[in-house]
């Protein structure tokens, strides 16, 4: 048997026995007193090269800590009430300083404005820090460590004004794990989330289960993931979090099913089909799908990292779309922690907005070529710019009354709207949504068995298991009795696409 293998030091690929892991688990701990105030400034050995002047400290007297967790905060400088506010959990063999210094989430809560709060566990609870995604007596709604981050969350609210419209969770790995589980114990308290290497919310519930869901395809289907979702909260019926996944196609520690698991829960659980509304290639050998709700605006997305194995995918560098810092599990491709803020709104494009400015009228979008689609659209008065969005996120700036959207995929189609800003930067009502195609073929899909997908150069076959071609996806046994759709997405890269060509 083995859990989340955290990822041990001398290989990120081996997976830790159960004897290892599992460690003593602490009942509880004492805590300081609810109206206990903030603990004095941590001084981490080192800062994140791409923060400002914010404040990390631990704080205490959060609530009963039933998960005997701690909590730490990064609070950016003059930070006003109603900002955001994220939680973010670390791996294994990490802290919550780890994250801090290396994620990347303070240069966005310096630029955007929003509170981040770093819950970290300890080897009482877990012998190897490893957050407990696996057992249901922890990870569930009003239990153990989820409900030491939802006192952290209320903890939180209370003493930096945050927004409880806008709490969004994300974690790397056992991190990753929780962060799934409190989206589905919690969906009243998150408007969204992001897995990092992750796990299907409640994909364990014991560790003797953690392993399976680690290695290998569950076998179940999108409706039988989503009740997952739907049962962690009896009742609840929605608003849903959106939720974005993060997957290396190398990880063998979380194999890259875990994505196509993750997608299927997520989007079934939104109504959604399987089927991606867009995509795009990112930097860092990165495609990204989109799967859109009925007003254009994306539930859910998926980013597969090419070549990547298991950790979390950081850019350093003092780019506008860079950030992080690399280290053990900290591995240098995209900065991961940009795009799933701009996913979430965080940046002022997806989010709730103050309106100012009406909406623009007379929005058109065509193809300009196989990679582009060109807009146009009625000025609005007192506007000195405008922002366009592609499938609710942010696609780029105009100052005129034209754009033209770069860098699709061809034969694709795509959902945009517009909104003007005025001089003080307040970003006004969006208009109408419109929805236009690029130009060229659809990307090919391709049905057969393995054994044929294999001998066609589409897959690869290694210890009687395949596996498609770049993204690396577990497709299952090598034979001609195994059948499966692989979309090809670009040269030499194919995915999974069962029932969506």
Request: a negative charge.
């Amino acid at each position: 048997m083995s859990v989340l293998a955290a990822l041990a030091r001398t290989s990120a690929a081996a997976v830790l026995t159960a004897g290892t892991l599992t460690g003593t688990l602490a009942a509880g701990a004492a805590t300081a007193s609810p109206t206990a105030a903030a603990a004095a400034t941590v001084s981490p050995a080192d800062s994140p090269a791409d923060s400002a002047a914010g404040t990390f400290q631990q704080v205490t007297g959060f609530g009963s800590n039933p998960g005997n967790l701690a909590m730490y905060a990064y609070t950016p400088a003059g930070l006003p009430a109603g900002a955001p506010l994220v939680v973010a959990l670390h791996g294994c063999l990490q802290t919550a300083s780890d994250y801090y210094q290396h994620s990347g989430w303070t240069k966005f809560a310096d630029l955007y404005g929003f509170a981040v709060v770093l819950p970290q566990t300890n080897g009482a609870n877990n012998s190897l820090s490893c957050f407990s995604w696996f057992d249901a007596a922890k990870d569930a709604r009003g239990t153990g460590e989820a409900a030491s981050v939802a006192q952290m969350v209320a903890k939180a609210e209370a003493l930096y004004g945050s927004d409880g419209h806008r709490v969004y969770v994300t974690g790397l790995s056992a991190g990753g794990g929780l962060a799934a589980d409190l989206l589905a114990d919690y969906p009243d308290v998150f408007a969204g989330g992001a897995i990092d290497s992750g796990l299907p919310a409640h994909c364990a519930t014991t560790q003797g289960a953690a392993s399976a869901c680690q290695n290998s395809d569950q076998g179940l289907t999108p409706a039988q993931w989503g009740d997952k979702v739907r049962s962690a909260d009896p009742g609840y019926t929605g608003p849903w979090p959106r939720v974005a996944v993060w997957q290396g196609t190398s990880d063998t520690v979380v194999r890259p099913v875990n994505a196509t698991e993750l997608r299927d829960q997520w989007t079934d659980v939104w109504g959604l089909p399987q089927r991606p509304t867009s995509s795009r290639a990112l930097p860092g050998g990165t495609t990204e799908e989109l799967y859109a709700d009925p007003s254009g605006r994306p539930a859910v997305a998926v980013y597969s990292v090419a070549g990547m194995g298991h950790g979390l995918a950081v850019d350093p560098g003092s780019g506008a779309d860079q950030c992080g810092a690399t280290g053990s599990y900290f591995l240098g491709t995209i900065c991961s922690s940009y795009y799933t803020a701009q996913f979430w709104g965080l940046s002022g494009g997806g989010g709730p907005t103050t309106p100012g400015l009406p909406a623009p009228t007379g929005l058109t979008a065509s193809a300009a070529g196989p990679d582009s689609i060109g807009l146009s659209w009625q000025a609005v008065s007192g506007a000195v710019s405008y922002q366009v969005l592609r499938d609710g996120s942010p696609a780029g700036t105009a100052t005129g009354t034209s754009f033209t959207d770069t860098g699709l995929a061809p034969g694709t189609s795509y959902t945009y709207t517009v909104a003007a800003v005025d001089a003080s930067g307040t970003l006004g009502a969006r208009s109408a949504a419109v929805t236009a195609s690029t130009s060229g073929s659809a990307p090919q899909c391709f049905t057969d068995s393995n054994y044929a997908q294999v001998q066609a150069g589409r897959a690869t076959q290694s210890g009687g298991l395949t596996y498609a071609l770049g993204s690396g996806q577990d497709m299952g046994l090598w034979n001609t009795f195994v059948t499966h759709t692989l979309r090809q997405t670009g040269p030499g890269y194919y995915v999974l696409a069962d029932g969506q060509c």
